[in-house]
Nanobody, 115 residues
Framework: GQFVESGGGLVQPGGSLKLTCVAS????????MGWYRQVPGLEHEPVAI???????KYGDFVKGRFTISRNDDQKMIYLQMNNLTTEDTAVYYC??????????WGQGTLVAVPS
């Protein structure tokens, strides 16, 4: 699959952003889809994963602040992020898979929360 992420930007601590991913080349309705993030020098970290049956898992750091959702008809995956902190600064990516990312990474979208 291929993924195009958007919606990132510069946001003050405590602010909100909604990320959008458009998927292509896959039958999304049968796939788990997820959001990951990466800071320089570290591995991609799972943020939120949603199964084809809408079972969801979040990273421990989310603590109720983020909500993942999907629209299979439009092949889109969303991540609503609230109460952002400086520690959320990263490039955010979407990908396919429940246990691990299955496809090459897209270009991602940068979320920057200044101190």
């Amino acid at each position: 699959g291929q993924f195009v992420e958007s919606g990132g930007g510069l946001v003050q601590p405590g602010g909100s952003l909604k990320l959008t991913c458009v998927a292509s080349g896959i039958s999304m309705m049968i796939e788990a889809m997820g959001w990951y993030r990466q800071v320089p020098g570290l591995e991609h970290e799972p943020v939120a994963i949603i199964s084809a049956l809408d079972t969801i898992k979040y990273g421990d750091f989310v603590k109720g602040r983020f909500t993942i959702s999907r629209n299979d008809d439009q092949k889109m995956i969303y991540l609503q992020m609230n109460n952002l902190t400086t520690e959320d600064t990263a490039v955010y990516y979407c990908n396919r898979g429940w246990r691990q990312a299955e496809d090459p990474w897209g270009q991602g979208t940068l979320v920057a929360v200044p101190s």
